[in-house]
């Protein structure tokens, strides 16, 4: 596969692939080390782990491989507005869901969400040679701390300005992250809706906006998708569904069979679950809570995320996937299940192909001038 220049080889990399973080057990220590040592870039998504869970998880992919690693976090977030009367009918509301899965009824956690703080000390400490991040900026001390370790940074954005901004703070590299991805969308400057943007029309519109080098995501699911984002300009690809079917996996098992029999059409921009807006395939809790529209008000994140977090965690021991967040892009057709090791030798072997049949379909260029003769 074609090297990309100063950011494969400052990060070591074989393979221009990023396994995208997957924050909430989706990216277990065997999946990220079995992604490094394939030649590409493993990462922790750390965003729900307390301190001692992120040194734990830090621990154990460096048992497993030599090779550099990453970790990520969700920037620094306000503190959300709490508005009594509308938890009230958010809990009466939720209540029937448990009572169905032998919960008791729905109550709000007291310290939803960990600190910024104490997360990024712990990641830090991890080991890892990249660190990202989502949802924002990130303090310009701690952007200060991280380059002084030598750690490379990263950062999210879903449009040019976000690029922008994400370069003027010190990252090292932007994820775009398109319309078609997976997870929770990254938009923390203007309007959700007016930032999704395509993958491909996302790219080179960053890489012409910012020196850095661009990494893409969304939609991207094998060596053709590879062989595209690199000739739009970015020097890596950042893919999240494509390893949730990994062997490695974390995910429950209706969650992945989910994803393998899911249609590109069934994915769909959600709050139910979180509170933010996140893509996953469709289901019953995201279409009946939706359906109900102002009279089930939506906490925000992440105290949306906090209350549904006993119902998703008892449907994914009960396989009941009408309950579960089941994050998914829109290239959900594409997946497959195999070992990590050999999602990454694929597609290497496919982008390959792709970038020789798209050679063999151009027009002979002149010698001399460079212009196709015809």
């Avoid at 139910?272 to 102002?294: K, W």
Wanted: hydrophobic share 45%; charged share 15%; aromatic share 6%.
């Amino acid at each position: 596969m074609p090297a990309q220049g100063n950011f494969i080889d400052r990060l070591q990399l074989s393979h221009p692939i990023i396994q995208a973080p997957l924050a909430g057990g989706g990216d277990t220590p065997e999946l990220v080390a079995a992604v490094c040592n394939a030649g590409a870039l493993g990462f922790i998504g750390a965003a729900y782990l307390d301190p001692r869970q992120i040194q734990q998880a830090a621990s154990s992919v460096r048992a497993k491989t030599s090779r550099p690693f990453g970790i990520n976090l969700f920037a620094p977030q306000p503190a959300p507005d709490l508005n009594t009367a509308e938890v009230d009918v958010a809990l009466k509301h939720l209540a029937p869901y448990f009572s169905e899965l032998g919960l008791p009824a729905p109550s709000l956690p007291a310290n939803p969400h960990n600190g910024f703080a104490e997360q990024f000390a712990a990641a830090l400490e991890s080991g890892a040679s990249v660190f990202s991040f989502t949802f924002g900026l990130i303090p310009a001390d701690a952007m200060k701390a991280l380059h002084l370790r030598g750690v490379f940074v990263a950062g999210t954005a879903t449009t040019v300005d976000e690029a922008v901004a994400l370069e003027r703070a010190g990252v090292d590299a932007v994820v775009t992250q398109g319309s078609e991805a997976g997870g929770h969308r990254g938009t923390f400057s203007g309007d959700f809706d007016k930032a999704m943007v395509g993958t491909i029309s996302l790219v080179p519109q960053v890489v012409d906006a910012v020196s850095v080098p661009v990494v893409a995501s969304g939609g991207i699911m094998d060596g053709r998708g590879i062989a595209a984002a690199l000739a739009l300009g970015a020097s890596a690809v950042q893919m999240g569904t494509a390893f949730l079917t990994c062997h490695e996996s974390g995910v429950p098992e209706a969650y992945q069979e989910a994803i393998l029999h899911a249609r590109e059409d069934q994915t769909h921009v959600t709050r139910a679950f979180s509170g933010r807006p996140a893509r996953g395939i469709a289901n019953r809790f995201m279409n009946e809570i939706e359906a109900t529209g102002s009279a089930a008000p939506i906490l925000p994140f992440p105290l949306q995320n906090a209350l549904t977090r006993p119902l998703r965690t008892a449907a994914a021991k009960l396989g009941r996937t009408e309950f579960l967040s089941l994050w998914a892009g829109q290239g959900v057709r594409l997946t497959r299940r195999q070992p990590a090791a050999d999602l990454i030798a694929r597609l290497a072997q496919e982008t390959e192909a792709a970038i020789t049949s798209l050679t063999q379909k151009l027009p002979h260029s002149d010698h001399k001038s460079g212009i196709a003769r015809t």
